[in-house]
Structure formats: structure tokens, C-alpha cells
């Protein structure tokens, strides 16, 4: 445990002395910085692919679902994604030194609110291992430093794209140590690494409960949660339901293992006996399980296996659908058992599609929208460091601009 503790206490301190020199670049050397990470990631494909590979067969050998290791796969689509991810952070704008604020005082001192940088940013996540460099890349950008712990799933993928990144850095004169990896699959390095208040300014875990829990429970810094998403649609009456039959199965059947897709939906008993038949055949074509309560069952004609809880977040090819009888219960249904992540209505009256706006608690609220559109990539941030379920300091798909601070100047 000492050994541990000193290896992550020695890497984080490291971390926080590559913050200064990195907090001290130009515009153009980070942007340099990035270019050179996507020409790393382009020249060294190969040992990434093989790395990958690895975990693949890990995650085989050790039975992970086929939705956990889709989450897992870097294939060559996936890779050119990546890799265009990074051009676009590199092109877009840099928040650093914007003024947010400007002002004269009675006293003839004249006051500036700029961003800044955050620091040092601890981000604890799993499985998917491109998170490592749209994390990587938007701390960067912003001249925070990265610390990252990915998912033991992901191990020998993680250390192959972070060498291309600190390789980058060594190319455009900063230290390696402004991106690092804690580099063990241990569960004790998480505690460990929530300790490290001294180094880390900002811990944001990505995961499930489990993580989000343990973070939460030992963090010393402030927390950012990217929490699970159960994210719903609500097929109101006035629905156009061949529309709400394609948002359903976009939203749960392009990638069913990551936390934008739906996993409850709901619909309006008025249009029941209409539409749910129609979209459970087109569920169960798509090879998804399909969950209910009895008044679904009922509007099928066929007995439904009922969720074991509204509140589950299922990654996979399942989903739970439920009856209500109008939008003041979808919304109460949503609020209670939703994660604040993202939800959407599919109607063709305005008026409903305003009060669902209003009266929905979540990071992301939708109108006649896939859920899978919740994505900072989609927002046009370039990419994201994840999509917060929080309230402050930032909530949904964050961006360049959730991960600064700011100062006053005067």
C-alpha cells in the first residue's frame, strides 16, 4: 500500500509541477501540442490496434458483455473519429485569457473577469478508452494537466495512446508529465488517488454507481459527476409516430452501451394501442429485450416481463417501457426516477413541447431528437470531457469553456 501510495504521490506531483509550465504556453503551442497528437495517434495505429487487441481478448476471456466490449473496441472508424476529434479541439478557439467581464471602478482601478485554468484534473473512468484522449486533448487545450485512471479494461489500450501524447508534449518543448496515467489496474489506487488534494484540483469520475460512489465518498477536491444515464423518451399523443419509431431506435439501438442512449420509454396511454405494438416488433427486429408494465402488456396483447427497478441504467439491448396518461406524469416519472442526463419529448404541438422543457430537470431536453444527440462532439465542443449530471460548476457535454476557471484582474 506504501508503495502505491508513494508511486500515485510522486506522479501527481509531478503533474502539478507540468501545470506551470503548460499554464505558461501560447495559444499556438497547444494547438501545435494537438497537431502533433493526431499525427501520433495516425503514425502509431498499429501498436494501438494490437494494444487494443489485447484488451479485447482479455475482456473475452474474463466474459465482459458484447455491449462492454463494443465500449472497448477501437476499430478504424473509430480511430479516424478520434483523430478528427482532435483537429477539431486543436482548431477551435481558445477560452484561456477571454474576458468574461470588464468594468471601472469609482476608485479609477479598472477590473477584468478571465478565464483561466482549472490546474491539475483527475479523471477516473472505464471501459472506454477514447475517452483517454478527448479527456486528454480538451485539458490540454484549456492548459490544465490530466491525470487519468481508465478502467482495468482498457489497460494496454490507455498506455498506448498515452505514450503518443507524451510524446507529443517532449515534441513542442513541454514535459511528458503534463499528461500522466496511474499506472495500475489496482482498485486501492482510487482512494489513493482521491487523496491527492495537495496535486489534483478537479476529480471528475466517469462510470458507474460503484466509481461514482467510491470518488464521491473519498474525494478531498471538488467532484464533477459523470453519472449513469437513464435517459427516456416520451411519445406524447400528438406524436408522429412513424418519427417516434425512428428516434426510439436511434436512440437505442446505434450504440445501447453508453450513457446517451434510452433506456425508458414512455408512452402516452391515449396513443398505446397504436403505437406500442408497432414499436416493440420494431425492437425485437433490432434484437432488443423488450420490459413492461401490465398496462403495456395490456396495449401489446402479450405479457411483458416488468423491470426489476425504474431506475436501471441497462447498457445493453434492453428497455423498459411504460404507460402514463399525460405529460404531467411522463414529467414526474422522469424527475423521480431520472439520472438528470438527458430526455426527450416526440410531439407535434409546440405548446407541450415548451411545458415538457420547462417542467424536465435534466442536462439536455429534446424535442422530436434522438437522446444519442447529447454528445459534446454533436454540440460542436470538438469533443468532450464527458456529460455531467451535476448542477455546478458545469452540467451536460462539457466542453472548453467547463473546464476553466476565472480570475479578476485589476
Request: glycine share 8%; hydrophobic share 40%; proline share 3%.
Amino acid at each position: 500500500m506504501s508503495d502505491l501510495k508513494n508511486t500515485i504521490s510522486e506522479l501527481c506531483q509531478k503533474a502539478k509541477e507540468a501545470s506551470h509550465a503548460l499554464s505558461l504556453a501560447t495559444s499556438e503551442t497547444k494547438t501545435l501540442f494537438l497537431g502533433k497528437i493526431a499525427e501520433g495517434l495516425e503514425t502509431s495505429k498499429s501498436e494501438i490496434f494490437s494494444a487494443n487487441r489485447r484488451d479485447l481478448e482479455n475482456g473475452r476471456s474474463q466474459g465482459l458483455s458484447q455491449a462492454m466490449l463494443d465500449r472497448l473496441e477501437i476499430n478504424e472508424t473509430r480511430m479516424a473519429k478520434m483523430i478528427q476529434g482532435v483537429r477539431d479541439v486543436a482548431d477551435l478557439p481558445d477560452p484561456v485569457g477571454q474576458s468574461l467581464k470588464d468594468w471601472d471602478l469609482y476608485n479609477g482601478i479598472h477590473m477584468q473577469k478571465i478565464r483561466v485554468p482549472i490546474g491539475v484534473i483527475g479523471i477516473i473512468y472505464e471501459s472506454r478508452p477514447n475517452v483517454t484522449v478527448d479527456a486528454g486533448v480538451l485539458c490540454l487545450k484549456t492548459g490544465n494537466v490530466p491525470v487519468l485512471r481508465g478502467g482495468k479494461e482498457a489497460f494496454q489500450s490507455n498506455q498506448a495512446l498515452i505514450a503518443v501524447m507524451q510524446d507529443a508534449a517532449e515534441q513542442v518543448g513541454l514535459p511528458r508529465a503534463v499528461v500522466s496515467f496511474i499506472p495500475t489496474t489496482d482498485r486501492e489506487a482510487i482512494p489513493i488517488f482521491c487523496s491527492m488534494d495537495q496535486a489534483i484540483d478537479l476529480m471528475i469520475p466517469r462510470g458507474g454507481y460503484g466509481l461514482i460512489e467510491t470518488v464521491v465518498e473519498h474525494a478531498r477536491m471538488p467532484v464533477i459527476k459523470h453519472f449513469h444515464g437513464v435517459c427516456h423518451v416520451y411519445v406524447h399523443e400528438h406524436a408522429d409516430l412513424a418519427m417516434a419509431e425512428s428516434i426510439v431506435l436511434n436512440a437505442k439501438c446505434q450504440r445501447p452501451g453508453v450513457c446517451n442512449a434510452l433506456e425508458t420509454l414512455l408512452v402516452d396511454s391515449r396513443i398505446a394501442k397504436a403505437f406500442v405494438p408497432q414499436i416493440v416488433k420494431a425492437l425485437k427486429e433490432k434484437g432488443v429485450e423488450v420490459l413492461g408494465d401490465s398496462r403495456t402488456s395490456e396495449a401489446l396483447e402479450e405479457t411483458l416481463n416488468e423491470p426489476e427497478s425504474w431506475y436501471m441504467e441497462y447498457l445493453d439491448r434492453i428497455l423498459a417501457i411504460r404507460q402514463v396518461d399525460d405529460i404531467k406524469e411522463a414529467v414526474q416519472h422522469i424527475n423521480h426516477y431520472g439520472s438528470r442526463h438527458t430526455d426527450t419529448i416526440v410531439t407535434e404541438d409546440e405548446s407541450v413541447a415548451e411545458q415538457f422543457f420547462s417542467a424536465v430537470d435534466s442536462a439536455s431536453v429534446f424535442w422530436n431528437v434522438s437522446t444519442r444527440f447529447s454528445d459534446g462532439a454533436q454540440f460542436g465542443f470538438g469533443a468532450e470531457i464527458g456529460i455531467s449530471t451535476d448542477k455546478i460548476h458545469a452540467r451536460g457535454p462539457m466542453g472548453l469553456e467547463e473546464l476553466t476557471s476565472y480570475k479578476y484582474v485589476g
